[in-house]
């Protein structure tokens, strides 16, 4: 059924009242530019509501965390979410402002596969779902260039990108399809390592491409209760997207990373541990080429979404970063270990 047109603008503009509201709990939106301004002056990091428009039409939100003028650094931050959560959840908010605090601006973005669920556009009155149930995986990478676009158009001309979780999934394979040159260091925040060996029962695939075909791609698949489109775009990647690191791969995904790169786990359960970053490094050794060095770090008491730990996961980022400044600005640090193919190695506890 097909909403009138006045019954759609009511629902979306109490989507727009609700999402309003909760951030206006996290972040200072009533803010005045003026407060802003006066806040800098003094020091403190400024921060502001942001949204970029990908090459497809998609609006995505973010927030904007600009370094004090006195220790601004040319280098900024973009985060980038897990799955199903977005760019104001509330860790990811307190590890951009002590990131700020530290000279990096910070830019915490959505993708269309922020939450659950969302309504990333309307094609005329076609609605267009995105989310973790309903999102195209391989397509927000136009999402990570649009907000890539506007911190260039900050006068950023050099990024380091963040992914946390699922997000560490998106930035590397960004990274990797594109070896975008603004794109100087690349961090995955609690990501997955090992390769995605599972195959799905040939009926799931079945289902989904009927639904497809049937007009329906935003159906679930009744298994693993995700849309068509989303469980058949995961489907599709490609082996050396699959196993990104080469555990079991040859000329895996991460070869073509020639950026630094670094990798850290929490100490509280987090979904990897020292085990992991080991495993990441000596299978990185075995490839042709890759990360000009790789860096690693277990963050002590943090979980997977780092709640109490904000400040220290905002340090290692920070300490890392610092390496990749321009020798005028910050002295860059040498690898203590050279790998295969003079990838260096650096891994610490913090």
Known sequence: MTLPTNVKARNQIAVLAAAVAVLSAALPIGRSLAAQADGQKAGKPAERIVQVQSKDDIVD????????????????????????????????????????????T????????????????????????????????????????????????????????????????????????????????????????????????PEWLSQAKQLIADGRSEELVQGPFVSAATFTDLVSTSPEFKDFFGVQTANAGVARIHCPLLAFFGTDGDVGSEEDLQLLKSSIKRQHTGPSHVDTAMIQGAGHMYAGQEDRVAQVIASWADMLLPASIGKRETPTALGAGGMGEVHREW
């Open 61 to 104: 939100s973010g927030v904007l965390f600009t370094a004090p003028k006195d220790v601004a650094k040319p280098i900024a931050v973009i985060w980038i979410h897990g799955w199903g959560v977005n760019f104001y959840f509330s860790t990811y908010v307190a590890i951009g402002r002590a990131l700020a605090g530290r000279g990096y």
């Open 106 to 201: 910070t830019i915490t973005g959505n993708t269309r596969m922020h939450d659950l669920g969302n309504v990333e556009a309307w094609r005329g009155e076609k609605r267009i779902r995105g989310g973790g149930y309903w999102g195209v995986n391989s397509e927000q990478i136009r999402d990570l260039a649009a907000w890539i676009d506007f911190a260039e158009g900050l006068g950023f001309r050099q990024v380091v990108l963040v992914g946390h979780s699922a997000g560490a999934t998106a930035v590397q394979t960004y990274q990797a399809q594109t070896q975008d040159n603004r794109v100087v260091g690349v961090v995955l925040a609690s990501g997955n390592v090992r390769p995605d060996t599972r195959v799905p029962p």
